[in-house]
């Protein structure tokens, strides 16, 4: 039987184009497989400091074919707001600073001016707006849930080792637990991007659909490695470097992993890319490590290099990255927080080591026997081809909602 396509509202906590960093990804890759699939999309985001929308970088047709709507709002975090918060308030300071009556007025102009089927709310942080939609549209009410946050926060606080932050840390973990398993409640539907997470919030949630959508991307794009010379063996790590997570994960790897690697292969060089990098890592000043920080095509930067490196020891939620350097060929080594809701295989199409040890000793049997290292670089790509196609994944997304 032939389904009607469906009128949906994308209602975004940060502007998914560009699609430089996992979570504007995976939300970019979401509308372009409901657009491919021939919905109506209308896309309303929040335009921050840290996430501007350059509307002349912008192509006309993204513009066109997702209506986007953007309403600036300052998220930037301040110190006397946290403190008062903190001193005066039960609420978590994570939600309460995403809610504005600038946004608060668009998204009620859009609800009196479109009749929508479904509206996809992209983030837990933007759950304050819910009770607004159900005063003004009878649309489902679908929380797609890329992490589950409150995890986040409990395993930062695990592994600050100054005990201030440990404790802000933690508070901020039990306002956010407690303020996101009542939300789920507000939804009618919700669908998570790794397993783990579905059954997380299965835990405190189990009165309405649910179901784990993981995050797809284009295997039909050309990603002809063979055009791009590799530096064999050279050691990368690509991510947002202002998100805490990330800036731990290069800290441990640069006092537990590097110093060995760098006695055993003086020669050996470790890159390390991604937006907005900290003042230390900006002044970090390490031999054989490059600091590179944006990079413009990070497609291209992932092709030349060979042994990519994602320590996260915190995060919640799929590292898209790691299914895009999968797609180019890569060998990576990661943790298990790391390799999260992704389907794979340790020593296969992925090394997977959760301490300093095992995570050295991968790196060394990549760099010493090419021969393993190509076969992973090779099944790594396999794995990505068969489980993370966005037009296969899509699919099962818009079955998702003709059930509700």
């Known amino acids: ?76 975090v301040k110190k006397t707001d946290a403190l008062k918060n903190l001193l005066f308030s039960k609420r978590s300071y994570n939600i309460v600073r995403f809610f504005d009556v600038k946004m608060k007025d668009k998204l009620i102009e859009i609800l009196q001016q479109e009749h929508f089927d479904i509206i996809q709310i992209e983030s837990i942080f933007l759950k304050d707006y819910v009770p607004i939609i159900r005063q003004y549209s009878k649309a489902k009410v679908v929380l797609r849930a890329p992490n589950v946050e409150y995890v986040i926060w409990d395993r930062l606080s695990e592994i ?15 306002r956010l637990k407690r303020e ?66 990330n800036q731990k994960g290069i800290q441990w790897f640069l006092d537990h992993v590097w110093k060995v690697l760098h006695e055993k292969y003086p020669n050996l060089i ?7 990098p900290p003042e230390w890592l900006k002044q970090l000043n390490l031999p054989n490590v490059k600091m590179i920080g944006e990079v413009k095509d990070a497609g291209h930067f992932i092709k030349s290099k060979a042994i990519m490196i994602v320590p996260l020891f915190s995060g919640s939620g799929m590292r898209v990255k790691i299914i895009e350097a999968m797609m180019l060929q890569k060998a990576i080594v990661t943790t298990s927080i790391g390799i999260e809701g992704i389907i794979h295989e340790h020593e296969k199409n ?17 760099v010493d026997d090419q021969t393993l290292y190509e076969s992973i670089c090779k099944t790594a790509k396999e794995n990505a081809a068969q489980y993370y196609s966005n037009a296969i994944l899509t699919k099962k997304l818009m079955d998702f909602f003709y059930t509700l």
Request: charge should be negative; proline fraction near 6%.
């Open 1 to 76: 039987m032939i389904q009607k396509k469906l009128k949906i509202l994308q209602f975004c906590n940060k502007a998914p184009y560009p699609p430089v960093d996992g979570g504007a990804i995976g939300m970019h890759n979401v509308s372009q497989g409901l657009i491919d699939e021939g919905n109506q999309l209308k896309l309303l985001t929040f335009e921050t400091h840290k996430h501007p929308i350059q509307t002349s970088e912008i192509p006309d047709s993204y513009i066109e074919t997702t209506r986007l709507e953007s309403v600036f709002v300052d998220l930037r």
């Open 160 to 174: 600050e080792k100054n005990p201030f932050k440990k404790y802000y840390l933690s508070v901020l973990a039990k």
């Open 180 to 245: 996101e398993i009542a939300a789920y409640h507000l939804f009618d539907a919700i669908y998570t991007v790794t397993q783990e997470d579905l059954e997380i919030i299965k835990q405190h949630c189990n009165d309405k659909p649910m179901a784990f959508i993981p995050t797809g991307i284009d295997v039909t794009k050309d990603l002809d490695v063979s055009k791009v010379p590799v530096e064999y063996p050279s050691i990368f790590h690509l991510g947002a470097l202002d998100w805490f997570p």
């Open 270 to 276: 470790f890159y390390i890319a991604g937006r907005r």
């Open 350 to 366: 992925v090394m997977v080591a959760d301490h300093a040890e095992d995570f050295i000793a991968s790196i060394i049997k990549l």
